[in-house]
Nanobody
Framework: QVQLVESGGGLVQAGGSLRLSCVAS????????MGWFRQAPGKEREFVAA????????YYADSVKGRFAISRDNAKNSVYLQMNSLKPEDTALYYC???????????????WGQGTQVTVSS
């Protein structure tokens, strides 16, 4: 069973930046798509970004396009989310997830981390 551990969340002012990290245990990290999702209180979990196995393809939600960047380092079993120009509406619990296909749907990701909290103050 893979374990995904996120880090890098925190409290930041609007306009600031944060970089989230997610480290996966086990082998075969490079065989999987990796995604970032977020969930704000009272709302459903939503797609943020995803990256293909070789980093050739990346996908973003419209709400973060141009502000967030997803990347990965297969040698370190890690995926990252650089978040710039943060807005109060970006406040949420951010999760990384592992899947077999590139998808924006939570159901297509079988393994999830526990999440890291991002809070953006106005």
């Amino acid at each position: 069973q893979v374990q995904l551990v996120e880090s890098g969340g925190g409290l930041v002012q609007a306009g600031g930046s944060l970089r989230l990290s997610c480290v996966a245990s086990g082998r075969s990290f490079s065989s999987y798509f990796m995604g970032w999702f977020r969930q704000a209180p009272g709302k459903e979990r939503e797609f943020v970004a995803a990256i293909s196995q070789s980093s050739r393809n990346t996908y973003y939600a419209d709400s973060v396009k141009g502000r967030f960047a997803i990347s990965r380092d297969n040698a370190k079993n890690s995926v990252y989310l650089q978040m710039n120009s943060l807005k109060p509406e970006d406040t949420a619990l951010y999760y990384c997830a592992r899947g077999l296909i590139g998808s924006r749907r939570t159901n297509d990701y079988g393994d999830w981390g526990q999440g890291t909290q991002v809070t953006v103050s106005s």
